[in-house]
């Protein structure tokens, strides 16, 4: 019978409501299905007794947003009113961050006011920093309780979150905008996006400083670019609140630029630390090593400065005899034009590719190999490099970045104008301009916007967005 219930349940969430839920401000999140051991709460008479590790069900009743489907909220109550007190401060601690972040993600009266009732059972902790947190979610239900400070907490980001959906939900726009100033990283604005303009609306807010506040987030949130869908279905919301002019930017609006040679440096000595670093087999130091005297001589016999006109191709599906119309695209967009790809035991094969690349070719070992030759390589030749490749290298930017802000940055201003997507033998143009949000004047602002995913050329176009004050 559970495991009916349990089925039918798993249907509902992804289609209309077969069972009672309760309603959001927000745009509710889907509701996932708990594990086994919880499966229980879903029915509408379970067994409730005090051996449940409330800690933990608290936890995964938040993680699957469980708390939206009202049998479930209903026995959570009955357990934690239950347990008239609890032997831990972790638990004492859940609980309350339990009510707070549902209290805050629901709009039925009825069941805020149970919350706020239910607060009163949750005892105090007894370790000082984790009463200090406990309070910090207990006064988020206060609608007069400042905000306080989140910077030692452990729970931030469900902090901001209850405390910025509070200032929302009493449309208390300057403290919406400090929230978002100071935690950007905890707060995900783009699904709060209506109760953001309302709260600017009754303010009467600038445009211009409305369009700050979002620009300044999603900069934050993504310093180089857009993605189609957050441009079509949340940037267009803005634009039309603020009445801003939205056009294509065709023309050069800066000249691009590139990371310094200095940062080239350090990003290759990281790049070659990592490798030193390896167990031996996974990268063969010696081949490391003979690749990139190769690239050393290539730049003296071409004169090669900085990486101009210089692109490298990962071609791990060129090479094996597709089209060459594929050479032809590259060469028309690139003057020197450089190939890695995996190492070819059929020297027939090896040879006819060797012909094709004109010699420009050069063969990784093995299979784990090639990404890291590939950025070395085109590192090598100099920061105005770029890469044919529809990889994001992620796995080798967090091994040689090592969590470093700083070389992040540097490893992602280079791969983002770098990186040249192919598709079908067909190469995204090459840009003139660098792909990144940029604010030129207090009013004006410059916004990339593409599809990164999927398998589709990015089509990459630029926004003009200006804003003007109210008359």
């Known amino acids: 019978m559970l495991s009916m219930i349990r089925s039918i349940r798993s249907i509902s969430t992804t289609s209309s409501c077969l069972f009672p839920t309760l ?3 927000f745009p509710r999140p889907e509701i996932l299905e708990m594990s086994p051991k919880y499966q229980f709460l879903t029915t509408t008479t379970p067994q409730i007794n005090g051996t449940t590790e409330l800690q933990s069900m608290l936890s995964e009743v938040l993680r699957c947003n469980s708390f939206f489907d009202s049998t479930v909220f209903n026995n959570v109550v009955k357990m934690v009113e239950s347990q008239n007190s609890f032997s831990r401060d972790f638990a004492n601690l859940t609980a309350m961050r339990y009510i707070a972040v549902v209290y805050h993600s629901i709009n039925d009266e009825e069941a805020r006011l149970t919350l706020k009732r239910l607060k009163d059972n949750i005892e105090k902790c007894k370790i000082h920093k984790m009463q200090e947190e406990h309070d910090k979610f207990r006064m988020s239900l206060d609608q007069d309780a400042a905000i306080p400070d989140f910077s030692k907490v452990m729970h931030k980001q469900d902090l901001v979150r209850c405390y910025f959906r509070r200032e929302l939900a009493n449309k208390k726009w300057k403290t919406v905008k400090q929230l978002l100033s100071r935690y950007p990283k905890n707060i995900k604005l783009y699904e709060h996006i209506s109760a953001f303009l309302d709260a600017a609306k009754l303010e009467n807010a600038e445009p211009i400083d409305i369009m700050q506040v979002f620009m300044n987030y999603a900069q934050v949130d993504n310093p180089r670019f857009m993605e189609q869908t957050e441009f079509d279905e949340i940037f ?3 634009a039309e609140a603020c009445s801003a002019k939205v056009s294509v930017k065709s023309e050069l609006d800066v ?6 040679e200095k940062e080239g440096k350090i990003l290759k000595e990281k790049c070659d630390k990592y490798v030193e670093s390896m167990k031996e087999g ?3 130091k010696e081949e490391y090593e003979k690749i990139r005297q190769k690239v050393l001589r290539w730049m003296e016999e071409r004169n090669i400065r900085n990486g101009e006109n210089v692109v490298v191709v990962d071609a791990l599906n060129f090479g094996y005899g597709v089209d060459p119309k594929e050479w032809d695209d ?4 690139f003057e020197h034009v450089f190939f890695a790809t995996r190492r070819i035991s059929n ?3 090896r040879k006819e590719v060797m012909e094709r690349y004109n010699g420009n ?3 990784c070992d093995k299979l784990s190999t090639d990404d890291l030759i590939i950025i070395r390589m085109a590192l090598e030749f100099g920061p105005e490099t770029s890469i044919v490749t529809n990889d994001k290298y992620t796995d080798h930017r967090s091994a040689i970045c090592n969590g470093d802000q700083k ?7 280079f791969l983002t104008d770098a990186s040249h997507r192919h598709f079908h033998g067909r190469i995204e143009t090459r840009r003139n301009f660098n792909i990144r949000i940029r604010n030129p004047d207090n009013r004006i602002w410059i916004l990339p916007v593409m599809n990164s995913e999927g398998k589709l050329s990015r089509n990459i176009k630029r926004y003009k967005v200006e804003v003007f004050r109210n008359s």
């Open 361 to 363: 070719a050069l063969f």
């Open 347 to 349: 020297q027939k094969l």
């Open 255 to 260: 000249k691009k630029t590139y990371i310094s």
């Open 330 to 333: 590259i060469s028309s967009k």
């Open 407 to 413: 070389l992040e940055k540097i490893f992602d201003d």
């Open 236 to 238: 267009k919301q803005v």
């Open 282 to 284: 996974f990268v063969k």
């Open 23 to 25: 309603n959001s401000p």
